[in-house]
Each structure stands twice: as structure tokens, then as C-alpha cells.
């Protein structure tokens, strides 16, 4: 039952961040620098692909609700109980937020390829920030919880911007698409400074809040551990990154060597989002 609701976080958190990111990608930050792309075969074929990671992020967040419902029940038939679960929805605070964004889902699902690409952003992005109220920031009443939850949002803001972005960058780099990628790439690097300096921030805030200290204790057990694991991978990302942008600025773009970098910070962000769908299972330590 924990592992199955491990699995239902990381399908739909993955899902969810990738349709705010490649939305924010394609709708707000590049736009201008993507419109041969948009007008060949590769942008309504990407589109098809959002929808189809829409549905998949509808039925994980059904599966999710279900298996709450089994696991606050202790019983795995609470799963199916339409009264069990109409509880939760309707008794629990998790319940609540989560009516909303199986809305805000169900819209994304609908009306896919159906509405102007600014529309779709702004629901892609309400159902992304409707993630954070159900974190560990609702473990903390008044002010303090409401912040934590802020601070959630923009951590999820910068890297669902991060990983949507790579996915559209290994995306241009599989073909020519009539992109110029060289502006692209430099852009999206430049971009990755403000992005990386959020997703620090915010996560050094979580880490705070939670554990009362600059890291949680024991260090490296439980908690601590799976932590150890996301900043990690965050830092692997980081390096990637950093030779992204190296490889970039070459006169020569050396092709083979970014899309190889990509594609391992690529990997790196999934073992991250791994981690975190882990630790939003588990209690903090507190100091």
C-alpha cells in the first residue's frame, strides 16, 4: 500500500510538472523561437503527447486518492468503497484540495488541443500549485502553514520550469526542426540561473521549516537519508547543466555531446523526483 502510493506520487507528480514546464516552454518563454517548430508535424504531435500525459496524470491522481483512502482505513477494499472514499474528500483537508485538482486535471484532459496555449498554461499551472497544499506544509496551521505552502508553490514553479524544459530541449535536439538552438540553449541556460537559484532557496526554506534545522537528524537515516539522495541528484543536474551551457557557447555545437547531457540530466531530475515522491511519505525529523 506505501509503495503503490510512492509509485501513484512520482507518476502524477512527474506528469503534472512536465505539463506546467513544456506548456511554460512552448507558450511563454519561447514562443517566438518555436513557431517552425509549432508549424511542423513534431508540434501537433507534441501536443497529442500532452494529452495523452494529462490522462495519465488524471488516473494517478484517482489511484492516489484511492489509496489514501485505503491506507487512513488500513484496508485495501476502502479503496473501491465509494463511502470511504467520499470521506476523504469530504472530511480530510487532503480531500478537499484534491476536488479541486481533480478538476483542474479533468479540464486540462478536455480541453487539450481545444483552447489557445496561454489558457492551458494558466490551468496547467493552477493544477501544478494545487500539488503544494497536500505536502508537508499542511502539517502547520496559521501563517507558518500558509507560508511553507507559498514556498512549496514556487519550489514546484522552478522545477517544473526545469524538468519541462529539458524534455523540450532533448525534443529540439532529436531532430531539425527549423530551431535556432544555439539561441535557445543559451536563453533556457541563462533562464537556468534564476530557476536554480529558486528551487535553492525554497528547498533550504522546506528543510527549515521541517526539520527545525539546517538538516534534518539523524543525517543520513530515514528522512535525512532520502534527502541526501534528492540534493544529490539535484547537484548532478547541476553540473549537467553547467556543461550544458559551457558546450553551448562553442562556435562548433557539438551535437552528440548535448543530447548526451541532456538526456543524463534528464535521468538525474527523475531519480530526484524519485526521491521526493518518497519523502513526501514520510515524517519529518525534527531538531
Given at each position: 500500500?506505501?509503495?503503490?502510493?510512492?509509485?501513484?506520487?512520482?507518476?502524477?507528480?512527474?506528469?503534472?510538472?512536465?505539463?506546467?514546464?513544456?506548456?511554460?516552454?512552448?507558450?511563454l518563454?519561447?514562443?517566438?523561437?518555436?513557431?517552425?517548430?509549432?508549424?511542423?508535424?513534431?508540434?501537433?504531435?507534441?501536443?497529442?503527447?500532452?494529452?495523452?500525459l494529462?490522462?495519465?496524470?488524471?488516473?494517478?491522481?484517482?489511484?492516489?486518492?484511492?489509496?489514501?483512502?485505503?491506507?487512513?482505513?488500513?484496508?485495501?477494499?476502502?479503496?473501491?468503497?465509494p463511502?470511504?472514499?467520499?470521506?476523504?474528500?469530504?472530511?480530510?483537508?487532503?480531500?478537499?484540495?484534491?476536488?479541486?485538482?481533480?478538476?483542474?486535471?479533468?479540464?486540462?484532459?478536455?480541453?487539450?488541443r481545444?483552447?489557445?496555449?496561454?489558457?492551458?498554461?494558466?490551468?496547467?499551472?493552477?493544477?501544478?500549485l494545487?500539488l503544494?497544499?497536500?505536502?508537508?506544509g499542511?502539517?502547520?496551521?496559521?501563517?507558518?502553514?500558509?507560508?511553507?505552502?507559498?514556498?512549496?508553490?514556487l519550489?514546484?514553479?522552478?522545477?517544473?520550469?526545469?524538468?519541462?524544459?529539458l524534455?523540450?530541449?532533448?525534443?529540439?535536439l532529436?531532430?531539425?526542426?527549423?530551431?535556432?538552438?544555439?539561441?535557445?540553449?543559451?536563453?533556457f541556460?541563462?533562464?537556468?540561473?534564476?530557476?536554480v537559484?529558486?528551487?535553492?532557496a525554497t528547498?533550504?526554506v522546506?528543510?527549515?521549516?521541517?526539520?527545525?534545522?539546517f538538516?534534518?537528524?539523524?543525517?543520513?537515516?530515514?528522512?535525512?537519508?532520502v534527502?541526501?539522495?534528492k540534493?544529490?541528484?539535484?547537484?548532478?543536474?547541476?553540473?549537467?547543466?553547467?556543461?550544458?551551457?559551457q558546450?553551448?557557447q562553442?562556435?562548433?555545437?557539438?551535437?552528440?555531446?548535448?543530447?548526451?547531457?541532456?538526456?543524463?540530466?534528464?535521468?538525474?531530475?527523475?531519480?530526484?523526483?524519485?526521491a521526493?515522491?518518497?519523502?513526501?511519505?514520510?515524517?519529518?525529523?525534527?531538531?
Amino acid at each position: 500500500m506505501h509503495e503503490g502510493l510512492i509509485l501513484c506520487r512520482f507518476i502524477h507528480f512527474g506528469a503534472v510538472l512536465l505539463l506546467f514546464g513544456v506548456a511554460a516552454f512552448r507558450s511563454l518563454l519561447f514562443a517566438r523561437h518555436l513557431l517552425a517548430f509549432e508549424a511542423s508535424p513534431a508540434g501537433p504531435r507534441l501536443s497529442q503527447k500532452l494529452g495523452w500525459l494529462a490522462a495519465i496524470a488524471l488516473a494517478s491522481a484517482l489511484a492516489w486518492l484511492m489509496l489514501t483512502a485505503a491506507y487512513l482505513s488500513s484496508d485495501w477494499s476502502s479503496a473501491i468503497d465509494p463511502s470511504t472514499v467520499g470521506l476523504v474528500l469530504g472530511n480530510t483537508w487532503f480531500g478537499h484540495v484534491w476536488v479541486v485538482h481533480l478538476l483542474l486535471n479533468a479540464l486540462v484532459v478536455i480541453l487539450n488541443r481545444r483552447v489557445r496555449p496561454s489558457v492551458l498554461l494558466v490551468l496547467n499551472t493552477l493544477l501544478l500549485l494545487t500539488l503544494a497544499p497536500v505536502g508537508h506544509g499542511a502539517m502547520f496551521d496559521g501563517l507558518k502553514g500558509q507560508l511553507l505552502m507559498l514556498n512549496q508553490m514556487l519550489h514546484l514553479l522552478g522545477v517544473g520550469t526545469w524538468l519541462g524544459g529539458l524534455w523540450m530541449l532533448a525534443l529540439l535536439l532529436r531532430a531539425d526542426h527549423g530551431v535556432d538552438l544555439v539561441v535557445v540553449l543559451r536563453r533556457f541556460s541563462g533562464i537556468g540561473y534564476a530557476l536554480v537559484a529558486v528551487i535553492i532557496a525554497t528547498g533550504l526554506v522546506n528543510v527549515r521549516a521541517l526539520s527545525g534545522g539546517f538538516w534534518p537528524e539523524p543525517a543520513f537515516a530515514g528522512f535525512g537519508l532520502v534527502l541526501a539522495v534528492k540534493v544529490t541528484m539535484v547537484v548532478g543536474m547541476l553540473l549537467l547543466a553547467a556543461l550544458n551551457r559551457q558546450l553551448a557557447q562553442a562556435a562548433d555545437l557539438p551535437w552528440a555531446r548535448l543530447r548526451l547531457s541532456v538526456f543524463l540530466e534528464c535521468l538525474f531530475g527523475a531519480a530526484a523526483l524519485a526521491a521526493v515522491s518518497l519523502l513526501g511519505t514520510l515524517p519529518p525529523m525534527l531538531s
